[in-house]
């Protein structure tokens, strides 16, 4: 400050969790990141669970398509990959640790499209500290493994009210990034590695 007038310096600016490698809000971005985990997914994690798992033909030409087709159950799966915590979850009553988010969006499109579809959780906790605007400090321990559930249970959750909705603030007015996310416990899916 300056003769009591605040300076551009003095302005402190909302830091965004800087373990996070990329934008959140860059929705064309992620879509291509999670297509690199499908591969490697198929590759390197279906083997270990005995399925007979393929990325779904359909993602050659649209690569918003569900990712995979479980030839043993003949059933559309998606997989979603989560390596940061939703550390905010504790705020919903649910443990960091097990916490996972899906969006509504994802919710909306499983419901009209996919109804019968698996969903294959792949976690990886690479963040295990954070530290939130007002200071406090949210921890985890390592966790690494894949969980399932068929979209049709997470649907019966949401819809008897039973899954937190967390709304994202920097996107209240964004017209391409999911509004809101509800959130699950690990815990409560099927784990499978």
């Known amino acids: 400050m300056v003769?009591?007038?605040a300076q551009a310096?003095?302005?402190k600016v909302l830091q965004r969790n800087p373990d996070v490698i990329h934008d959140t809000e860059d929705k064309k971005f992620w879509v291509k990141e999670g297509g690199k985990n499908e591969p490697v997914f198929v590759r390197e994690i279906v083997p270990k669970l005995k399925r007979n798992i393929i990325i779904h033909p359909e993602k050659v030409r649209d690569e918003t398509y569900i990712d995979l087709l479980d030839l043993d159950r003949n059933v559309v799966a998606d997989?979603?990959?989560q390596t940061t915590p939703f550390f905010k979850s504790s705020y919903y009553g649910l443990d960091p640790q097990y916490a996972v988010t899906f969006n509504r969006k994802d919710y909306e499109y499983y419901r009209n499209r996919f109804p019968e579809a698996i969903i294959y959780w792949w976690v990886n906790w690479k963040q295990l500290e954070y530290s939130d605007r007002n200071g406090t400090r949210h921890f985890v321990q390592p966790l690494?493994?894949?969980?399932?559930?068929?979209?049709e249970?997470?649907?019966e959750v949401i819809e008897?009210?039973?899954a937190p909705l967390h709304p994202y603030q920097r996107r209240i007015n964004d017209p391409i990034n999911?509004?809101?996310s509800f959130l699950f416990d690990l815990r409560t899916f099927n784990r499978i590695l």
Do not use: C, S, Y
Not at 145 to 151: A, D, L, Q, R, S
């Open 3 to 5: 003769d009591g007038k």
């Open 9 to 11: 310096t003095d302005v």
């Open 79 to 81: 997989l979603k990959t």
């Open 144 to 151: 690494h493994g894949v969980w399932e559930i068929p979209f």
């Open 153 to 155: 249970n997470m649907r």
């Open 160 to 162: 008897n009210g039973q």
């Open 178 to 180: 999911a509004k809101d």
